[in-house]
């Protein structure tokens, strides 16, 4: 199965801002994204600058696409 054009797009600035994630430049969430987000479930999402709380840092984006590197139990 080819991929369409969107999508090869799409793959590539993942793979490119995963190749990237090394350089510790990261990135920074919009500023109107910022405060507490409703999710389905029990827990609300904060997001404050370069972190979604809860979920880990932004890393790397492009355009409106975002990688976000998850956080472990150590906040590491």
């Known amino acids: 199965m080819a991929l ?3 999508e090869a797009r799409v793959t590539q600035s993942i793979l490119s801002g995963v190749a990237s994630l090394g350089s510790n430049e990261g990135c920074t969430f919009p500023k109107q994204w ?3 987000w409703f999710q389905l ?4 999402v ?3 600058g370069s972190s979604m709380v809860g979920k ?3 890393v790397a984006n492009e355009g409106d696409k975002y990688i976000i590197m998850e956080k472990n139990a150590d906040g590491k």
């Open 56 to 58: 880990g840092n932004c």
């Open 46 to 48: 904060t997001i404050n």
């Open 4 to 6: 369409h054009r969107n």
């Open 41 to 44: 479930g029990p827990n609300t």
């Open 34 to 36: 910022e405060g507490q």
